[in-house]
């Protein structure tokens, strides 16, 4: 029979709500949390239970965006590994002061407990929400956000000094936001497989460097491409198996790489693959509502592109924005959507982000 995985001591500067706990004390507190605790805490109780159990693997679910949600296995090994590189790229040592204010289903919130168990920082916990600075009056080192936070959130941002922002692709209206705060903003790269972020580039470097466009990798990940031009990541201290993706990729050097979009989403129209990331993009740039473009079956090209704005119907907004659309520059004729529909909300998947294909769905059938 396999020895018992040894559960690791929290860090001696382990703070959770400004008080310490051990191993044996974090029982009592996670008990605590489910039985008396708001939904969040209840959430935050489970994982605390399920780390200081004598088990090799924590269970986490995926998030869905690219598939049907799924539970899976990952070892706490890697998990701590995962913590210790976040902390070395961000230089952010032991006593950092963080906020979490992502639910703990998932596992960009139960990382950010591991950092401060792991690596000895003094956590504090809101309620996951749009705007979780609103109810914020200390500043912390370090945050970790969803892009629809990071949205609601920009007007305090100076209450954190580094923030990390996954989940999702970080739109040119949001990049423009941040981009004179003085909070040092991240996008990442990376997927409940890897642990969270294997990569990240700064959205807002400092006026004497040259914008960050390019994916910088964590330590100890070597990246690689396949025959269709898609990401592999080799992460032996994350991950037992090797990481194919479906993230069409422009390798620029063994360390840095351009993200073009995911292959899933790719639209043949006429023969002409067309990568609808990019495309929103430039998109983004005159239209400030969330939006996605999608190939839509057509007899003549197999695909054709269409847009979706999350919007009322409004004729007048409609000429507008055509008009707007044959104006912009940036767009080849082949990326010019053949047609545009406007839904006030769109269908989104467990963890916020847009669900394109039930969007799309719910609309044309």
């Not at 191993?23 to 605390?48: M, R, T, W």
Request: with cysteine; net charge positive; proline share 4%.
């Amino acid at each position: 029979m396999a020895d018992k995985y040894k559960v690791r001591e929290t860090h001696p500067d382990f703070r959770l709500n400004k008080r310490h706990f051990t191993n044996a004390e974090l029982h009592l507190v996670a008990y605590s949390f489910i039985k008396e605790g708001e939904a969040f805490e209840e959430k935050v109780g489970s994982f605390l239970l399920e780390w200081i159990k004598p088990s090799k693997y924590v269970e986490v679910k995926t998030s869905g965006s690219t598939g049907t949600p799924k539970v899976i296995r990952i070892k706490k090994e890697h998990m701590i590994n995962s913590a210790i590189a976040t902390s070395r790229f961000f230089d952010l040592p032991e006593k950092t002061t963080a906020l979490l204010c992502l639910p703990a289903t998932y596992i960009a919130g139960k990382m950010m407990l591991v950092r401060a168990m792991v690596l000895g920082w003094q956590l504090d916990m809101v309620p996951p929400s749009s705007n979780p600075l609103d109810q914020v009056f200390k500043r912390y080192d370090f945050c970790a956000m969803t892009p629809f936070q990071l949205d609601n959130s920009v007007g305090r941002l100076h209450l954190i000094k580094k923030l990390i922002v996954g989940g999702g692709a970080v739109s040119p209206r949001l990049q423009k936001m941040v981009k004179e705060v003085s909070t040092k903003v991240y996008e990442t790269y990376g997927m409940t497989e890897t642990v969270t972020h294997i990569a990240a580039k700064r959205l807002n470097p400092s006026k004497n460097k040259k914008k960050s466009r390019v994916f910088k990798v964590l330590p100890n990940i070597n990246i690689s491409q396949d025959e269709r031009g898609c990401l592999v990541i080799k992460a032996p201290k994350l991950s037992d198996e090797i990481i194919t993706t479906n993230d069409v990729v422009e390798i620029l050097t063994y360390k840095k790489f351009q993200w073009k979009g995911r292959l899933d989403n790719v639209i043949n129209s006429g023969g002409i693959k067309l990568h609808p990331e990019q495309i929103e993009n430039k998109l983004s740039k005159i239209i400030d509502q969330r939006l996605f473009v999608i190939g839509m079956p057509d007899d003549a090209l197999g695909e054709k592109l269409v847009l979706f704005v999350e919007n009322e119907f409004s004729e007048d907004f409609l000429q507008k924005l055509e008009k707007e659309i044959n104006q912009l520059k940036s767009l080849e004729k082949y990326e010019r959507p053949k047609k545009i529909y406007f839904i006030e909300k769109f269908e989104e998947t467990h963890t916020g982000k847009i669900h394109r294909e039930n969007t799309f769905t719910s609309k044309v059938n």
